[in-house]
């Protein structure tokens, strides 16, 4: 029964931190308007992205897939969220992290579920 609970609970954790993801949606306006500029040469970028962006959102793009993976896989709500981040939110979620600087977690937060999915579906 514990493991049960327990997984319920890293279900509506992983939910809500990629619910939590669309704040990225934000910066879309933003990325189009300063489109062909370095971000240093953006003026105000970091006041922007930090109203755009709050930082419970800013936490969230940094751990949602630890908490991703501790969900079954094979669980079809976390796969249709999962599926909406993928087509709706990934562009806008690797933008907000280029912005904290941390493309390269973003790559391993990435090959992470990736083996985390392969790694369910195999087992």
Same mark, same amino acid.
Request: charge should be negative; glycine fraction near 4%.
């Given at each position: 029964?514990?493991?049960?609970?327990?997984?319920?609970? +890293?279900?509506?954790?992983?939910?809500?931190? =990629?619910?939590?993801?669309? @704040?990225?949606?934000?910066?879309?306006?933003?990325?189009?308007?300063?489109? %062909? *500029?370095?971000? *240093?040469?953006?003026?105000? &970028?970091? $006041?922007? @992205?930090?109203? +755009?962006?709050? *930082?419970? #959102? *800013? @936490?969230?793009?940094?751990?949602?897939?630890?908490?991703?993976?501790?969900?079954?896989? !094979?669980? &079809?709500? =976390?796969?249709?969220?999962?599926?909406? @981040? =993928?087509?709706?939110?990934?562009?806008?979620?690797?933008?907000?992290?280029?912005?904290?600087?941390? $493309? +390269?977690?973003?790559? &391993?937060?990435? %090959?992470?579920?990736? !083996?985390?999915?392969?790694?369910?579906?195999? #087992?």
């Amino acid at each position: 029964m514990n493991q049960e609970i327990s997984s319920s609970s +890293d279900l509506e954790l992983a939910l809500w931190t =990629i619910e939590h993801l669309s @704040f990225c949606a934000a910066l879309e306006g933003l990325s189009w308007q300063n489109r %062909y *500029q370095l971000k *240093q040469e953006v003026v105000g &970028l970091e $006041v922007t @992205f930090n109203k +755009d962006v709050p *930082q419970k #959102a *800013q @936490f969230v793009c940094k751990s949602w897939s630890l908490l991703v993976c501790r969900v079954d896989c !094979n669980n &079809l709500k =976390i796969i249709q969220v999962l599926d909406h @981040f =993928i087509r709706k939110l990934l562009p806008h979620w690797i933008e907000a992290m280029g912005l904290m600087d941390r $493309v +390269d977690a973003a790559s &391993l937060d990435l %090959y992470r579920v990736g !083996n985390w999915t392969v790694g369910n579906l195999v #087992a």
